[in-house]
């Protein structure tokens, strides 16, 4: 079965530092990856999302990941966040044989410390 | 972009609900998601001009209608405490999920 798994349910990072979130998927048919971002009170907003093309892809506000076909994983990274940053961020997938629905991982919680 | 009404909802167990959703301008398919705290969306259905075409794991109680005018509903019946959840609209131009627009979503607490 397919899964999205993101090891990390809360990571706390003082602010200007830099922050990696990880995620790894499962899936026996290829995939669309994607990050949304989850501001409190708020629905999702697309971060970045990977199609084709460069694995390294840039997003909103900074972010960037990097699409590892070897080992299935999606990991973003923001060289240095900042308080507005804290928020609930959730990568997914979409399969290419079922593009109707995204599959969610379960979010990280980044906490962003004065 | 997507809105939905209302922002937040309060029923009992055993009734009935509709959330609303307004889509994108232009966008010819909706997708809904459910949102139990502490966890992430799950699919619960996509309608595709006019006719649900793709389902996740929710039971019948759970059903949708989308009109021509960009509006769409979720439908729930016999709610659940576990129905609790934040409820998702997400529309697009295409099929596709990978074009979604989200909305803010409606909180639903069943009591």
């Known amino acids: 079965a397919q899964s999205v798994t993101q090891l990390d349910s809360q990571v706390p990072v003082f602010e200007e530092a830099p922050v990696e979130l990880r995620c790894n998927y499962s899936?026996?048919?290829?995939?669309?990856l994607f990050w949304y971002v989850q501001y409190p009170n708020q629905g999702l907003q697309l971060l970045l999302k990977?199609?084709?093309?460069?694995?390294l892809v840039k997003g909103i506000n900074g972010f960037e990941a990097e699409f590892n076909k070897s080992q299935t994983s999606f990991h973003l990274r923001k060289p240095s966040v900042h308080i507005s940053d804290t928020a609930e961020y959730f990568c997914?997938?979409?399969?290419?044989?079922?593009?109707?629905?995204?599959?969610f991982g379960k979010g990280t919680r980044l906490h962003i410390l004065p | 972009g997507v809105t939905q009404s209302p922002t937040h909802l309060i029923k009992t167990r055993g009734q009935q609900v509709t959330l609303r959703c307004s889509s994108q301008?232009?966008?010819?398919?909706v997708s809904w998601y459910q949102q139990a705290l502490g966890q992430g969306p799950q699919f619960i259905f996509q309608?595709?001009?006019?006719?649900?075409?793709g389902r996740g794991n929710f039971p019948p109680r759970f059903s949708g209608l989308q009109f021509p005018n960009d509006s769409s509903e979720l439908n729930v019946n016999a709610l659940e405490l576990d129905d609790s959840a934040l409820y998702l609209c997400?529309?697009?131009?295409?099929?596709?999920?990978?074009?979604?627009?989200f909305g803010s979503g409606t909180r639903l607490t069943v009591v």
């Open positions: 301008s232009g966008h010819n398919t």
């Open positions: 899936s026996s048919v290829s995939v669309y």
């Open positions: 997914a997938v979409i399969l290419m044989n079922r593009d109707d629905k995204i599959i």
């Open positions: 997400a529309s697009s131009f295409g099929q596709e999920g990978y074009g979604y627009t």
């Open positions: 309608y595709y001009r006019e006719e649900e075409n």
């Open positions: 990977y199609l084709s093309g460069s694995t």
